[in-house]
């Protein structure tokens, strides 16, 4: 089958369960503020040590899931949470948390305002160039959750932001 259906061309696209929006439509566009964060994420693991690519493998398959959830309109999260598909929870949050403690508690930390690329890194500019992306994409998470409920979904985002912060900072140490 080819990735070239034409089933866009009218400016609709799939979402799970048969449903289709608008291509300008919100949940559209906070996908896509996702999917390029993952992407940046994908350079930031081809730049960085093999310890930060295992890291930046456990956020892009969160992040994975994550689209999962926003590719489902409110209607239908129910049968998608019935048929045991990933979904960002507490769990997911207080993970992220868990991981910017730790690196907060190896001695990295707020110090004044970054200067991403500054450091001569690329991993970490990428990681603030994600930073920026994770941002973005929380805000755009909050307009849509005007419209429906998204449990965990802003806070992840919101955490996540805060976590590729430090991670670009350990990064340039």
């Not at 959830?69 to 929870?89: C, F, H, K, N, S």
């Amino acid at each position: 089958m080819s990735i070239i259906t034409g089933r866009g061309d009218e400016g609709y696209t799939d979402l799970l369960y048969g449903k289709r929006i608008a291509k300008t439509s919100l949940r559209v566009a906070t996908l896509g503020a996702i999917d390029e964060l993952n992407t940046t994420l994908g350079v930031v693991r081809c730049h960085g040590s093999e310890s930060l690519a295992v890291e930046v493998d456990w956020l892009q398959e969160k992040l994975v899931g994550l689209m999962g959830e926003l590719a489902v309109l409110p209607e239908d999260l129910e049968r998608y949470a019935g048929d045991t598909m990933p979904q960002i929870g507490p769990e997911e949050v207080a993970t992220v948390e868990e991981r910017a403690k730790a690196i907060e508690a190896a001695g990295v930390s707020f110090a004044g305002w970054a200067r991403p690329g500054a450091a001569g890194s690329l991993a970490a500019a990428f990681l603030d160039q994600a930073r920026t992306g994770a941002r973005r994409a929380e805000r755009k998470a909050l307009a849509l959750a005007e419209e429906g409920p998204l449990p965990q979904i802003t806070l992840f985002l919101n955490r996540l932001s805060d976590y590729l912060w430090l991670l670009a900072r350990r990064e340039e140490s």
